[in-house]
């Protein structure tokens, strides 16, 4: 019997308060805007707003949580204390942004453990409609504006400085990802929406073509051909664990090294026709080199969240352009460990699902950890994922534990007199 078949047969009517409430907590994270006067009141609102919300969701809470969630909400909430404390102990200027970051992933979270076990297929469904709308605004946007909505003038990386709805065109795949991640979820629980997807799939991938993110590109086509190609494909856990392996030598031996693929013809070959980049990838390797460096001078804590101008002046670019060197730089041993736990318990989750909706979630997180490799995106948006990601796969697993049978008691033998 399938948990949430009510959810599923009624047809639920869009609830514009429900998309409203998503878009305060997601909206103001992954929309990028020019730094005004007027931004920063509308920023400090938003962010009253978000704390407002964390104040009602506490409440309607009280305190009460779901066990088997415990150690993923501790491990979360452990990795966002120990970077705001480290940075607090080691950046001299004082700043209040990660702490919001954490407060909207609370909220996140707490929608998840209040509403999601009640009515999860909706909440599901009106997230993937948010992300609908914004994926077919920015496109809409793109055709009228195709160099950018602005210019950062204030943004002192090696990076353009044009902006377009997401910022740059790295955090446009990377919202690309989630929309399909949360629609394609959806389609594949409720069988419903397929129009929609296969319209996201090719708004998503002909923007990011564009836009001339060649990673993002790969990384989407991937998604969409698994998709696509979900009921063909035998034993996709196995290409994960292939692409695990390769991931873990590819770091090790080449990012952490800053080695160039000069001597790697076959990963030469894929890097320069394939992603169209040099064999230095964009010269990313001095970038790694330079991050190395550091991490080696403080392995443990790492120096805490940093600004772009640190960055510059000690990696020479805005950042290392890797999600795992970027988590030393700024929390060391301890904040990579707790991410890599994360990591692991959703893949163990996707495994243990079994079903094509736990290979689809695998194959969106290995991407997203892929495109990573190359490039530093909002933590806060990684984050959504893991969150959307956690939540689907225990929402899953907790229908398939429902649906199996209980073995009826053993009969007891019954002694003759």
């Not at 698994?226 to 692409?243: A, G, K, N, T």
């Not at 692991?344 to 892929?370: D, E, M, P, R, W």
Request: charged share 15%; hydrophobic share 50%; with cysteine.
């Amino acid at each position: 019997m399938n948990l949430y078949a009510e959810t599923e047969n009624r047809k639920n009517p869009v609830s514009l308060r429900l998309i409203g409430l998503y878009a305060f907590l997601i909206c103001p994270f992954i929309i990028a805007y020019p730094n005004t006067d007027l931004s920063y009141w509308v920023t400090r609102f938003l962010q009253a707003v978000c704390v407002v919300i964390w104040c009602i969701l506490q409440h309607t809470n009280g305190l009460r949580f779901i066990r088997e969630n415990r150690y993923f909400r501790l491990t979360i909430h452990v990795w966002w204390i120990f970077l705001i404390v480290n940075t607090f102990y080691q950046v001299p200027t004082f700043q209040l942004t990660q702490i919001y970051y954490w407060i909207a992933i609370w909220n996140f979270m707490l929608m998840a453990e209040i509403y999601w076990r009640r009515d999860f297929i909706r909440h599901l469904y009106h997230i993937g409609i948010l992300f609908s709308i914004l994926i077919y605004l920015n496109t809409f946007l793109y055709i009228l504006f195709p160099h950018g909505l602005w210019f950062d003038t204030e943004w002192i990386g090696y990076g353009e400085k044009n902006r377009y709805l997401f910022g740059n065109y790295n955090q446009t795949g990377l919202i690309g990802l989630v929309s399909l991640l949360t629609w394609g979820t959806y389609t594949i629980f409720s069988g419903r929406g397929y129009t929609n997807m296969y319209l996201l799939i090719i708004n998503v991938l002909a923007v990011v073509l564009a836009m001339g993110s060649k990673t993002s590109s790969v990384g989407i086509f991937l998604v969409s051909g698994f998709f696509l190609m979900r009921r063909v494909i035998r034993h996709p856990f196995r290409w994960i664990f292939s692409f695990a392996l390769f991931y873990i030598l590819f770091f090790v031996l080449i990012v952490w090294q800053g080695k160039d693929l000069q001597d790697w013809p076959l990963l030469s070959d894929f890097v320069v026709n394939v992603l169209h980049k040099d064999t230095s990838f964009s010269s990313r390797i001095y970038l790694w080199m330079n991050s190395v460096k550091l991490i080696l001078e403080s392995p443990i804590i790492g120096y805490g969240a940093r600004s772009t101008d640190w960055m510059i002046e000690n990696v020479h670019g805005s950042g290392p352009h890797n999600l795992w060197l970027m988590m030393l730089l700024e929390g060391g041993l301890v904040s990579c460990i707790l991410m890599i736990g994360i990591f692991l318990k959703l893949f163990t989750l996707s495994k243990q699902c079994n079903n094509i909706i736990g290979a689809y979630l695998a194959v969106c997180l290995s991407v997203l950890l892929l495109m990573s490799l190359f490039e530093t995106y909002y933590i806060i948006c990684l984050f959504f994922i893991i969150v959307i990601a956690y939540y689907i796969l225990k929402m899953q697993i907790t229908q398939k534990e429902a649906s199996e049978p209980i073995d009826p008691p053993e009969p007891t033998e019954v002694k003759e007199s």
